[in-house]
């Protein structure tokens, strides 16, 4: 797999960069922790046996393969797969953390399945490995492509709380996952926020499903859940105005605002230039629904001709009213879509006018 992809944390770099400025000894360190993680020094430790007895006894079962839930507790280590806590069938353990990770994975998977048709991360039923108190006092939660693994860290308390808590956040890095097995978007510049903006409509959609929210009354806020009191501001994001989550928000809402920025700034403006995209998705979901909205990203995303590794603002536009124009034909979204896409997309400023 390609070394561009996604190896970031919920909480981005640049964000933990400029709360440690501040001061935040807490940010700093999770830098630190970050770093091992992305360089690879994570540890397994060989928990085959658990593993083996368990997929023994679940292969009598007739069933297709569909994404079975296990739960690791790291126990504050960075080790992946310390410590088996809870597997799919499993009663809830005394654990709120285990309890949390297993539940909001579950709700993931059955958005997956039940409203967009994929089966698990991969469209393959792959089995879904969470560890549960990642590393210690981690302000962080992510996706790790080289273990293909989920690690959540409990935070420090102050700027961050326990993110297993949070529905938007599980369903954010479970489409990260998705976006590996399908267009692999090269995580800098354009393509880079539209890995972002694509994990922020997941994690909206699901959110909003979860709690029986419309586009309507939801607060389509990124993150608000997990953050803690010495944090400075609402949310790490807001989709629907993008700027206004917190002190360290700039991000815009139109593309002329869009500028060719160096790697070394968040991978080219990956989580500020998301919010553009974010914008148009709100557009759409406000006049066609967020759960159909969400069906024609993610449909418009399986195509990877147009979505490609290196695909653009203007591609993945292209590529969604294309995808608009086919589901309305097919009797599968409401005749709006079309035009719902159009005009959203020209209201953040793409295509470009020239
Ligand atoms: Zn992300």
């Not at 790291?74 to 953390?97: M, Q, W």
Request: proline share 4%; with cysteine.
């Amino acid at each position: 797999m390609s070394k561009h992809l996604h190896k970031e944390g919920f909480v981005p770099k640049y964000l933990l960069e400029k709360l440690a400025k501040e001061g935040h000894e807490e940010a700093k360190k999770t830098l630190t922790q970050m770093e091992s993680i992305v360089q690879n020094k994570t540890k397994e430790t060989n928990s085959d046996d658990a593993e083996n007895s368990d997929d023994a006894e679940i292969s009598t079962s007739v069933a297709p393969l569909q994404g079975r839930r296990k739960i690791y507790d790291s126990e504050n280590t960075e080790i992946f797969k310390k410590k088996l806590v809870r597997k799919e069938g499993d009663p809830p353990t005394s654990d709120e953390s285990v309890n949390f990770a297993y539940d909001l994975c579950g709700q993931t998977l059955d958005y997956f399945k039940n409203k967009l048709g994929r089966n698990s991360v991969d469209n393959e039923g792959m089995d879904l490995i969470f560890n549960v108190h990642y590393a210690k006092d981690l302000n962080n939660a992510m996706w790790v492509p080289s273990v293909q693994q989920m690690a959540f860290g409990n935070g420090d308390g102050k700027l961050f709380i326990n993110f297993t808590r949070s529905i938007d956040v599980i369903a954010h890095e479970m489409a990260h996952a998705v976006t590996e097995f399908t267009n692999e978007l090269v995580y800098e510049h354009q393509s880079g926020a539209l890995n972002e903006h694509f994990s922020d409509v997941i994690g909206s959609a699901v959110k909003q499903h979860v709690k029986g929210q419309t586009a309507e009354n939801a607060d389509w806020l990124i993150g608000n859940e997990i953050i803690g009191p010495e944090f400075p501001g609402k949310a790490l994001r807001s989709m629907k105005d993008p700027g206004t989550a917190s002190q360290f928000d700039h991000q815009p809402a139109h593309f002329d605002d869009y500028k060719e920025l160096p790697l070394s700034k968040d991978n080219g403006g990956v989580h500020l230039y998301s919010g553009i995209p974010n914008k148009a998705f709100v557009l759409v979901s406000l006049e066609i629904g967020t759960d159909q909205a969400a069906f024609l990203w993610y449909t418009a995303f399986q195509n990877k001709q147009i979505i490609h590794p290196n695909a653009t603002f203007e591609e993945a536009f292209e590529a969604i009213v294309h995808t608009a124009d086919m589901l309305t034909g097919q009797g599968k979204l409401p005749q709006q879509a079309v035009d719902a896409v159009k005009n959203a997309f020209r209201e953040v400023g793409i295509p470009r006018q020239s």
